[in-house]
Antibody
Framework: EVQLVESGGGLVQPEGSLRLSCAASGFTFSNYDMNWVRQAPGKGLEWISYIASSSITIYYADSVKGRFTISRDNAKNSLYLQMNSLRAEDTAVYYC???????????WGQGTMVTVSS | EIVLTQSPATLSLSPGERATLSCRASQSVSSSLAWYQQKPGQAPRLLIYDASNRATGIPARFSGSGSGTDFTLTISSLEPEDFAVYYCQQRSNWPPDIFTFGPGTKVTIK
C-alpha cells in the first residue's frame, strides 16, 4: 500500500524548534518530488515547501523562508521539515504530499499537528 | 503570484443533485489545475489533475473542465459521501515557483 506517515508534531513555545518526519512506503520514494502542505485550524490549505527527487531543487513559501528547512533521505525513504523560530501563526496540521506530473499532490499523509503556544 | 478564487464559498444541495464548482485564476495557468476533496479530520484527496484527468480510483461522477483562467469541477449526482470541502490548486510555471490553493468551496446538505 502506498503510504505516507508524518510524525514529530507537538506543542512548542514561540521561537522554539521542531523537526517533522514523513516516512514513505509502497512506492519508490527516490523517484518522486515531495512537499509539505499545512492547514491552520479551520482554515484552507497552504503549500510551504518543495524538494525535488534528488534534492537538487528546493522551494519555500515566503511565509516560512529562512525559518524552515526541507530535506530528504532517499536511503531511508524519509522526508523532513526542520522548523525554527516558530510563531503562533505556524500552528497547523502539517501534511507531507507526493507530487505527480510536476503539478498535483496525489498521495497525502494523515498529518501531524504543530501547536505554537506559551 | 497567481491567485485562485473559488465560487461559491458554500453550495447547499440535496443528494442526487448536480454540483458545479468554479475556480478562477488571476492569470492563465494553461491546464495545470488540480481539484481536491477534504472531509473533516481527513487529509485532502486528489480528484482531478491537469484540469480534466481523474485521479486513480475517483468515480466517474466527478469531472473537471476548463483551461486558461476558468475551471469547473462538476459532480453529476451528489452522493452522501460527497459533502465536503473542495479546493483547486495550481503550480506557477515561472518564478516565484510555487503552488497555490484556492480558498475552498464547502458543499453542504440542503
Amino acid at each position: 500500500e502506498v503510504q505516507l506517515v508524518e510524525s514529530g508534531g507537538g506543542l512548542v513555545q514561540p521561537e522554539g524548534s521542531l523537526r517533522l518526519s514523513c516516512a514513505a512506503s509502497g512506492f519508490t520514494f527516490s523517484n518522486y518530488d515531495m512537499n509539505w502542505v499545512r492547514q491552520a485550524p479551520g482554515k484552507g490549505l497552504e503549500w510551504i515547501s518543495y524538494i525535488a527527487s534528488s534534492s537538487i531543487t528546493i522551494y519555500y513559501a515566503d511565509s516560512v523562508k529562512g525559518r524552515f528547512t526541507i530535506s530528504r533521505d532517499n536511503a531511508k525513504n524519509s522526508l523532513y521539515l526542520q522548523m525554527n523560530s516558530l510563531r503562533a501563526e505556524d500552528t497547523a496540521v502539517y501534511y507531507c504530499a507526493r507530487l505527480i506530473a510536476g503539478r498535483a499532490f496525489d498521495i497525502w499523509g494523515q498529518g501531524t499537528m504543530v501547536t505554537v503556544s506559551s | 503570484e497567481i491567485v485562485l478564487t473559488q465560487s461559491p464559498a458554500t453550495l447547499s444541495l440535496s443528494p442526487g443533485e448536480r454540483a458545479t464548482l468554479s475556480c478562477r485564476a488571476s492569470q492563465s495557468v494553461s491546464s495545470s489545475l488540480a481539484w481536491y476533496q477534504q472531509k473533516p479530520g481527513q487529509a485532502p484527496r486528489l480528484l482531478i489533475y491537469d484540469a480534466s484527468n481523474r485521479a486513480t480510483g475517483i468515480p466517474a461522477r466527478f469531472s473537471g473542465s476548463g483551461s486558461g483562467t476558468d475551471f469547473t469541477l462538476t459532480i453529476s449526482s451528489l452522493e452522501p459521501e460527497d459533502f465536503a470541502v473542495y479546493y483547486c490548486q495550481q503550480r506557477s510555471n515561472w518564478p516565484p515557483d510555487i503552488f497555490t490553493f484556492g480558498p475552498g468551496t464547502k458543499v453542504t446538505i440542503k
